[in-house]
């Protein structure tokens, strides 16, 4: 298996502008987990999924983000428009048994 | 709201030395997680300790549990340069996500 697989690696963008990222999960885990790491807040949960439902976005810090979950073999974490202090590193991970695998994350940087 | 506290923060020591690192944590927990993160990667899953467990090893590593205390150690024997990484305890809540510390940055010299 090759793992939580996301993309882009990195994005580089302009304040305003509209960032998707992706997120495949681990074929057979049921529920699908979106962070943000920085070095000021460390490892934030923003939101997490259950069988492609969502089951708590209180971690999500404003409107300009949401996140979708399709089908059980993809996800995507929207932010738009982008800000400045959205630059950050967000992973996604999957789960099975508790145990959570990560993807490599992608290193937004908003300019 | 962050249940699980690494500590210390940042911790160097010489290759061949053993490396302590704590997590304290709030509430009651189903299982206690760490793992693992190298430089510019995601994070990878060491061990799991559950909560009516009191020690747990995994080759060179031995996880502590002290409910009472609501605290776990990670003690990582003979370390290697390959350590170095940040060490991140996680929480397992009934009816929540795992809640992450804010991680111990480990460094080991050769």
């Known amino acids: 298996d090759a793992g939580v697989i996301q993309s882009p690696r990195h994005e580089v963008t302009e304040m305003g502008q509209e960032v998707t990222l992706r997120c495949k999960p681990i074929?057979?885990?049921?529920?699908l987990f979106w962070y943000r790491q920085t070095m000021m807040r460390g490892l934030e949960l923003l939101i997490y999924f259950n069988n492609n439902v969502p089951i708590d976005d209180s971690g999500m810090p404003e409107d300009r983000f949401s996140a979708k979950m399709p089908n059980a073999s993809f996800s995507t974490l929207k932010i738009q428009p982008s800000e400045p202090r959205d630059s950050a590193v967000y992973f996604c991970?999957?789960?099975?048994?508790?145990?959570?695998?990560f993807g490599p994350g992608t290193r937004l940087t908003v300019l | 709201s962050q249940q699980g506290e690494e500590d210390p923060q940042a911790l160097s020591i010489q290759e061949g030395e053993n490396a302590t690192m704590n997590c304290s944590y709030k509430?009651?927990?189903?299982?206690l997680q760490w793992y693992r993160q190298n430089s510019g990667r995601g994070l990878v899953h060491l061990i799991l300790?559950?909560?009516?467990?009191r020690e747990k090893h995994s080759g060179r590593l031995r996880v502590t549990l002290d409910t009472s205390k609501k605290s776990s150690s990670l003690l990582i024997t003979a370390s290697r340069a390959a350590d170095t990484a940040s060490y991140f305890c996680a929480t397992d809540q009934a009816g929540t996500a795992l809640i992450f510390g804010k991680g111990t940055t480990l460094s080991v010299s050769s």
């Open positions: 074929s057979g885990h049921n529920s």
């Open positions: 509430t009651s927990i189903n299982n």
């Open positions: 300790i559950r909560s009516n467990e």
């Open positions: 991970a999957s789960e099975t048994q508790g145990e959570q695998f």
